[in-house]
């Protein structure tokens, strides 16, 4: 009744093929931008948006970068730990070694390390398809993450092989390291966050998206239409490991401000892999959603605890929340392999009746 | 021949003048392990015709497309096209060069709507860079619009209007393979290549099928190479026939002579080889 | 000469401990032959039936009781993915099947733990533990529990090779790995199959976990040790019991081998460039099997023993 499709009507191919083809996407979803920016800051306590807010718009971002790879382009990754590591080292070789440069660039240059050293490792991605390729990505897993941990090189020599972040200002706010407020590095995460959604929104609409969806689909047909396998999965690599960089950049710089190899092992690249999954494939909605099911739900299992004061250890706790995250994979997996991002969708097409369902 | 009039006004295939071959293939020769799938075939495809390749089951047929559009290359022979003379094709030149197909085997990307299936089809003629899509907006956004315009024809033309937005997954069969046709006209080719575009159609699906074939044909100009089971429909819409058994051809000319052809009644009909 | 003796030394250790891969990376084969799902909680089941069994021998069950008791876990379990999860997702696309299985294998992990705990739990089934010295003057030395282990995988995999070309439903499963429709149109249960297939490789978890248990103790790092099968799969082909094999042998060898020969190496060229001495390099072993098998990929896709497939549209 108050969402409808019906009585919309375009004129122009532009009009039709925008980014919210219904006007009341488009409010609802300026809204949500609005309110990140404004009400939850002025709402939100300390641990919200330390705790919260900042982390799970950070893993948005490499679920985003996953996505591309994976939902749209087909090509799935056990790597991403690696490419946010990689994002997040090589920013930190850049801002101390040219302390003159402005951060976002700083972060942005981190992503295009992360992205360089993504199309090397989706090289193999020409003659190999499927779990062949995942195994691959395992290998960008552990040897980059031997790599950082292991050559002082990347921290600069630090004793304790576990820099901090420095801090760095944009317009005179310090928005890095751990002097930082909460507000002001929840607005440098949200700022990208936007930015990069917008942009993953027009790429995967536009001609790239649909070559990439194309190999995912069937690669031998995207061929036979003149569509090159290699440079679209490798600029699916490059894409997705620039979003995964830019994430990881984040999550040192703002969000645990040490730089440290331990914050990007092989669990972090599941926990991105179910985000993508529960989300769903092939959604950029999906990579919001998934990112807050999916790190709140530890949160919200603790707190179910606590609040009822069950007599449960914490380390069972920890095991009841991988059969969560296993039984909700197979669950979505099976019930619903486009994930929230779908139910979000039926959830409106029911809105389009309600509340005349004749 | 009553048929034939019924399809197509006079004058009658047989009268229509064709230009020069756009398309030569030579000696081709193609095996896997130790089976050969075409063996010592040459024939040319002229610009403006409508060529059938028939023959029986496992003839070749299918592996002669796959090598005139580069999914196979021959082990010799060779294919002149373009005024090039190659070895074999290149996939993504043959593509670039207005070489289109389509499948026996639907071959869509079933994810995605039917208006980005078509998009595809204009891939390789959009070529803004990554920054401009990045920001779909000047440049990126006019190809967009520029390339939608075209698709839009391509759907009117096929009459596909009311599923533009339907996931091509769950479109049913005879709608898939018009398509599939689509995408492959969103691709402006000047040859087309069908392989089996009416197998498993009715008698309406299949009457359809011949006039989209025919008015591409007469239309756009596009040369059209097909290969198809249904004789009926073969004889209807095809200028010349080229009729491979056991990997060989056995027999290149007009439908009418295709008929009369000794050889090909062996091998529809089967004769006692001794 | 005793640097020679040295180099065997690390060569035949590092065979043994591609024995224990390859007994990992026969379970992988066994799923994926019968039924082309690519199941990543192999790792996990061998961590799984570990701790079932080592759980039971720390109740005071005999050794036998505690092994048959634990198989009988492994076939409920078999059922209960075969019933709960593959079921629902047959004729989906290969990836799908994939990522389901690492869903299950964290659910199995959480599971495992949930009831075992998390503790590191040591493991001595009687295997003999004393090193041979061999060479001239002793200077190779030879663990007899390597060797023992290795007879004990060298046995498995002919058991089952026997079992696979010369029984019934060996024949089923050969038949179920070439086409799932012809088999099923013959009258070949799939989902029974499928019990007996993860049933099956159930049992070879456990082997490979008292194994891996009696040498590391049984504990939550079995299940990441278990993950380097994957390369071994990549190297040998997935649908090779004999490439699982030879596939294991080689990345044991050598990793062990870019262990001790390799690192020092790379160090001395790290510090060489970055001009800082001392740097130490340990832990090639960790990414060594995965980096060789994603060269390898670059050159035979296919792998050594695997079937080359001819693409057609």
């Known amino acids: 009744m108050f969402y409808r499709e019906a009585g919309i009507f375009k004129t122009s191919y532009a009009a039709d093929q925008a980014l919210f083809r219904i006007p009341l996407d488009r409010l609802f979803v300026i809204g949500v931008v609005v309110a990140a920016i404004v009400v939850v800051p002025l709402i939100s306590n300390e641990y919200w948006l330390g705790s919260i807010m900042i982390p799970v718009l950070i893993l948005s971002i490499a679920a985003l970068g996953l996505n591309i790879l994976t939902g749209y382009c087909g090509q799935v990754s056990l790597g991403t730990g690696a490419f946010m590591a990689a994002g997040a080292y090589m920013a930190y070789k850049i801002a101390t070694n040219f302390t003159w440069m402005p951060i976002p660039l700083v972060i942005v240059l981190g992503g295009l390390c992360a992205a360089s050293i993504g199309l090397a490792f989706g090289l193999p991605s020409l003659r190999i398809k499927g779990f062949y390729l995942a195994v691959t990505t395992l290998a960008a897993q552990f040897f980059l993450l031997w790599l950082f941990q292991k050559v002082p090189w990347f921290v600069n020599n630090s004793a304790s092989g576990v820099p901090t972040a420095p801090p760095r200002s944009v317009f005179g706010e310090l928005v890095t390291g751990a002097e930082a407020t909460p507000e002001a590095r929840y607005l440098f995460v949200l700022a990208f966050t936007v930015v990069l959604a917008v942009i993953a929104g027009n790429l995967v609409r536009g001609r790239i998206g649909r070559t990439w969806m194309a190999i995912r689909d069937m690669d031998i047909a995207a061929e036979l239409i003149g569509i090159r396998p290699l440079h679209t999965k490798l600029s699916a690599f490059a894409i997705s490991s620039f979003y995964c960089g830019v994430s990881g950049a984040l999550w040192s710089f703002c969000y645990i401000n040490t730089v440290e190899s331990s914050a990007f092992d092989i669990f972090r690249s599941f926990m991105i892999l179910f985000m993508v999954i529960v989300g769903g494939l092939g959604s950029v909605l999906g990579s919001f959603l998934g990112a807050f099911f999916i790190f709140l739900l530890p949160i919200a299992l603790n707190n179910v605890v606590t609040t009822f004061g069950l007599p449960i250890a914490t380390e069972t706790i920890s095991h009841i929340e991988f059969m969560a995250f296993g039984g909700l994979i197979v669950f979505f997996l099976i019930v619903e392999p486009h994930g929230l991002a779908r139910l979000w969708q039926i959830a409106k097409e029911k809105l389009r009746l309600w509340p005349f369902p004749y | ?274 | 000469m005793s640097e020679f003796w040295f180099f065997l030394e690390v060569l035949l250790s590092g065979l043994f401990a591609g024995t224990m891969y390859s007994l990992v990376a026969l379970g992988f084969v066994l799923i994926f032959k019968a039924s082309g799902v690519f199941n990543f909680a192999q790792g996990t089941m061998v961590l799984f039936a570990a701790l079932c069994f080592v759980g039971f021998l720390e109740m005071g069950w005999p050794v036998a009781v505690a092994a048959i008791v634990t198989v009988g876990i492994m076939v409920a379990w078999a059922y209960s993915v075969e019933r709960l999860v593959l079921r629902h997702l047959v004729n989906q696309a290969p990836i799908i099947l994939f990522m389901a299985t690492i869903g299950i294998a964290f659910f199995l992990e959480g599971f495992a733990e949930f009831i075992w705990g998390s503790d590191v739990h040591p493991l001595n089934v009687g295997i003999p533990n004393d090193a041979w010295f061999v060479g001239p003057e002793g200077e190779m030395m030879i663990q007899q529990f390597d060797l023992a282990a290795a007879i004990i995988a060298g046995l498995l995999v002919t058991v089952l090779a026997l079992f696979f070309h010369y029984t019934r439903i060996g024949r089923a499963l050969r038949a179920v790995a070439d086409d799932h429709q012809a088999a099923l149109s013959v009258g070949i249960p799939l989902n029974q199959i499928w019990v007996i297939v993860w049933s099956v490789a159930g049992f070879v978890a456990l082997v490979a976990g008292i194994i891996w248990g009696s040498r590391l103790g049984v504990q939550f790092a079995l299940s990441i040790i278990a993950l380097k099968a994957l390369p071994v799969l990549i190297l040998g082909g997935f649908t090779s019991v004999p490439g699982a094999i030879v596939g294991g042998l080689i990345i044991g060898a050598g990793e062990k081998l870019a262990e001790i020969y390799g690192a020092p190496a790379i160090a001395e060229l790290v510090s060489y460039m970055s001009g800082i001495n001392n740097i130490s390099l340990g832990g090639v072993e960790e990414w060594f099997a995965y980096v060789l098998a994603m060269f390898f990929l670059l050159f035979r896709p296919q792998g050594l023993f695997g079937e080359r497939i001819i693409e057609r549209v």
């Open chain 2, 1 to 274: 021949m009553a048929e034939a009039e019924n399809v197509r006004a006079e004058p009658s295939a047989q009268t229509r003048v064709f230009g020069e071959p756009v398309l030569t293939l030579e000696n081709i020769e193609l095996g896997f392990g130790g089976v050969k799938a075409i063996d010592n075939v040459s024939f040319e495809v002229r610009k403006g015709e409508v060529l059938a390749i028939i023959g029986p089951n496992g003839a070749g047929k299918s592996s002669m497309l796959n090598c005139i559009n580069g999914f196979y290359k021959p082990q010799s022979g060779s294919i002149t096209f373009k005024g090039r003379k190659l070895p074999g094709m290149d996939p993504h030149f043959a593509a670039a060069n207005g070489v289109a197909r389509t499948f026996q085997n639907i071959a869509l990307f079933r994810g995605m709507s039917t208006l980005d299936n078509l998009m595809t089809g204009r891939v390789l003629k959009m070529n803004r860079n990554f920054l401009w899509q990045a920001l779909y907006w000047g440049p990126a956004q006019r190809e967009e619009i520029e390339h939608r315009a075209y698709v839009e024809k391509v759907i009117d033309f096929l009459e596909i209007q009311a599923i533009r937005r339907t996931p091509v997954g769950r479109l049913p069969y005879g709608l898939q393979k018009r398509v599939e046709l689509g995408r492959a006209l969103a691709m402006e080719p000047e040859i087309l290549l069908l392989d089996e575009p009416m197998a498993g159609m009715n008698v309406e699906e299949k009457q359809d099928m011949s006039r989209f074939v025919l008015e591409v044909n007469e239309e756009f100009g596009t040369t059209i190479v097909l290969i198809e089971h249904d004789m009926g429909v073969v004889m209807d819409i095809s200028d010349r026939v080229v009729v491979l058994d056991y990997g060989r051809k056995i027999a290149d000319g007009t439908p009418d002579e295709v008929r009369a052809n000794q050889h090909v009644i062996d091998a529809y009909l089967g004769v006692a080889h001794d």
